[in-house]
């Protein structure tokens, strides 16, 4: 009776409760909180770490962490919304933002929640805290994080998320392989690329691929052709599907005229038995397993896939580059990334932004990264990052970075590129004029993205 008492009287000393009792929402702060939590590709035992180190601080919180699968998010979340036994907080592509705004919670400008600890050395004494916690705002966003992050988690004012870490595209290459092509550095611009996979290409005596310069050309197996293709057209100055609007289609008919077209003809012209660059078709295995196999030399990934490369084949003699720029004195790269954000139907929205905000600490992302070896979206530690050399060419150029589609459904979208690189490569009938086919496709493409937005 006697601790029941004195922790009795904590609460109203501390609330400050008073002969007219607690409120609702005070009385709410002392209770059990449990947070469900689904992540896609996030590190769970590095979550679950930082679950940890939060519940001691507040120990009548219990964060369950789950790793969903990537093809299995969507039904499942949405099942849970319609049961309402949905998750509390979800990692959300950056790409699909606009996909789950409405099922988002927006974040709001300070969480209320409570410590709650035991003080006394005879007689314990249960002791509950308040806590206010100022939120990041959108000036803090976009001066704090690297620019692709305020453009993407911030809209109409509102902020949706925050990111733990980000990614970009570099090139890897195998160096045995570039060695024996004798090309004595690896390419930093599309012209000594185009140079070395001419260099590194082998065929045998019926003109069969049997080591290829790089996996380039095609959509059905290369796992990021949209986003190289994308990247491709950005670098040539065009905005893909941003703000709403689709452009990149924008420019003229013909190929002096319209850069997309340019762009388009450099990618698949990889895969065009006629021409020099040819080095890779569809009849060629997955990209990523052609590399790690040492069957292609180069290969354009993001950093989360030098784990993978390792663990497929530890004895590859592997390095990687920053991504060839067209203009290196204006680098341009996309923004791959997730990010941590709070559903609009959860129960708890004070102490689920508030363990984002926690994890999403700069001191925090900092041990994240780490763990993850991946980039981290604050611009205060990209200086420590380009010191590290399997980091550097995923940083180099991430302040210029961005996400290159904002749209309702990046799966519609990214579909749209891999059909406009394989439409591409089909013969051109004999009564039909290439350039005005070529157009076609390209037009097509934009108008069909242009609905997804």
């Keep these: ?87 509390d907080i979800i990692s959300v592509h950056a790409k699909d933002i606009s996909k789950y705004q409405p099922r988002l919670l927006e974040m ?26 100022a939120m990041p705002s959108a000036s803090n966003i976009r001066q704090n994080y690297v620019s692709a992050v305020g453009a993407d988690v911030v809209r109409n004012g509102a902020i949706y998320g925050l990111p733990l870490a ?6 890897y290459y ?40 790089v996996a380039m050309g095609t959509a059905t197996n290369i796992d990021n052709a949209p986003d190289i293709l994308a990247t491709l057209m950005m670098q040539r100055k065009l905005r893909v599907a941003e703000n709403g609007i689709v452009s990149f289609a924008t420019g003229g008919t013909r190929s002096e005229e319209a850069p997309a077209l340019e762009v388009l003809r450099f990618y698949t012209d990889f895969a065009q038995q006629d021409r020099d660059t040819y080095t890779w078709n569809n009849r060629q295995e997955n990209a990523f ?11 354009i990934g993001y950093a989360f896939d030098a784990g993978r490369i390792r663990a497929a084949n530890p004895q590859l003699n592997l390095d990687v580059v920053a991504l060839p720029q067209l203009d290196p004195a204006n680098p341009t790269n996309i923004a791959n990334y997730w990010v941590e954000t709070v559903v609009k139907k959860t129960t708890e929205p004070d102490y689920a932004w508030d363990f984002l905000r926690f994890i999403g600490s700069q001191e925090n992302v900092k041990t994240y990264t780490a763990a993850t070896r991946q980039p981290s979206p604050y611009r205060l530690h990209i200086a420590e990052s380009l010191e590290d050399p399997l980091l550097e060419p995923f940083v180099v150029n991430l302040l210029t970075a961005r996400n290159w589609y904002q749209g309702s459904n990046a799966d519609v979208a990214e579909n749209i590129f891999e059909a406009l690189i394989e439409a591409h490569l089909l013969p051109v009938p004999d009564d039909v004029d290439q350039e005005d086919r070529d157009a076609s496709l390209l037009n097509q493409a934009a108008r069909r993205m242009q609905q997804t937005m």
């Design 1 to 87: 009776m006697k601790r029941y008492l004195v922790f009795t009287l904590s609460l109203l000393l501390l609330f400050g409760f008073g002969c007219k009792g607690p409120t609702a929402a005070e009385v709410q702060r002392t209770q059990r909180v449990t947070l469900d939590y689904w992540t896609v590709f996030g590190n769970v035992s590095q979550l679950r770490q930082f679950a940890s180190a939060y519940s001691a601080r507040k120990p009548q919180v219990q964060i369950n962490i789950r790793q969903v699968r990537f093809e299995e998010f969507e039904d499942k979340f949405v099942n849970a919304l319609a049961d309402d036994v949905a998750p």
């Design 108 to 133: 709001p400008r300070a969480t209320r929640v409570s410590n709650v600890y035991v003080k006394g050395q005879y007689v314990k004494e249960t002791v509950v805290e308040p806590e206010i916690n």
């Design 166 to 171: 980000m990614d970009s595209l570099a090139l």
């Design 174 to 213: 195998n160096k045995d392989l570039l060695d024996r092509a004798g090309v004595a550095t690896p390419p930093a611009t599309w012209d000594e690329f185009v140079d070395a996979v001419k260099k590194s290409t082998r065929f045998n005596s019926q003109d069969d691929i049997v080591q290829s310069g």
């Design 289 to 299: 397993d052609a590399f790690v196999r040492g069957r292609s030399v180069f290969y």
